[in-house]
């Protein structure tokens, strides 16, 4: 489904809430009813963004592939912010419009259901913005967070016991609460499905001091070069949760393959899993592959592990002979981080368009390109930034720098892909 046509509908939801709630409330009444007309504005536009953020984190194919993941992800973390700061502007006006109106609160069955729910999501999205720097394992984190598809059919609750039947409000929460349990019943199935059709580890492969590759068996899937998945580890009897990898492995390859680096709870046990062990993939998922676009020839900018979705590109060039040019600049701290570094060499020696630049930040006897990649390197290395794409993939910092030195250079945004990917 098109981004433009997503956000459209977005723009209708969030219209329709607007015109509801205009329709719902007497503009006659002045001094400090205005405060429970602010109260009820915040409530259905609230609702809507928290909505959002359950479609935007469910992996819906048909949604992702206008948009990608990397960037629906994004998009519902904004959305989970903006719905929890206005239904909290909610709550607070009405408490006030009810202290100064009523003197009292009048917390009702329903009214704790809506304050249940509040202190809720509240929980976990302050869970979900501190728990690495409170050092609380990815599981954990996700597991509590799972709690918000319990806490939306409570605060349901308590709207529709406040709300009369056949006003247009009540026909948004209804058509809130049936897309809601669409997306919960997709999710299932989707579980459901993946259990149904498990892969098998065929190779653990160490690629570097901390750097593994695993390899899998099982039902084919189409991809593009420079896809991801999700990927759940079944080891010793014990389920992982699923965490999202780059597909290492060409398409034109017999076996998935991802390349993880030992970086995080889940990742410094990759080297664990044993042939044999079983899997569930959910694939494939993003936009990030030189395949969607094909204005111009391609350079890489790659940052550490970040070369996975570049060697799943190379691959496929190598494999398919594509008469093809491209570059590929690999940052690196040092040579002993390098993994693939062999079969770049003879991608190299055998594409007679294929360049690669390697460059190391903190390497002094390195005898290649030494620092950061800056504009001055990347034009060193190109006779021109004219007719060229730009694909950029590395840790979060890295890729916005990289992006800033392309656009010093005067590279228009719309020449310059990158996979931006933070949990």
Known sequence: MKSRLVTAVIALLLLYALVSWALSVDFALFGHYYLRNLSLLFAPLGLVFIFLQFVFVSRIKMIEKGFGLDRMFRWHRVFGRLGLILVTLHAALIIVYRLIQ?????FDL????GIIALLGFMVTAGIASTYKKIGLAYET??????????????????VFYHISPGTMLYYLWLLLAVLFGAVVIYRVIRIITLRRNPYRVTEVRQEADDIWS????????????????FVQL???????SAHPFTISASP???HLSITPKQLGDFTMTIKDTKVGDRAFIDAPYGVFSFLNYGRGEPVFFAGGIGITPFMSMLRYMYDQKLDQKATLFWANRSEKNLCFKDELE???AEMPGFRVILVMSDQP????????IKGSLILNHLESIEGKEFFVCGPPAMSRAVINELKQLNVSPLMIHSELFEL
């Open 214 to 229: 695993l390899f899998f068996a099982g039902p084919r899937i189409d991809y593009q070069p420079g896809q991801f998945m």
């Open 252 to 254: 034109t390859a017999e």
């Open 346 to 348: 003879k991608m190299q």
């Open 102 to 106: 009523f003197g009292a609160t009048f």
């Open 365 to 372: 006897d390195w005898e290649g390109e030494k620092g950061h």
């Open 234 to 240: 079944l080891r010793n009897g014990k389920l992982s």
């Open 110 to 113: 329903f009214i704790w259901f």
């Open 141 to 158: 984190w996700r597991n509590i967070h799972l709690a918000n598809y319990v806490l939306f059919p409570v605060v349901m609750i308590h």
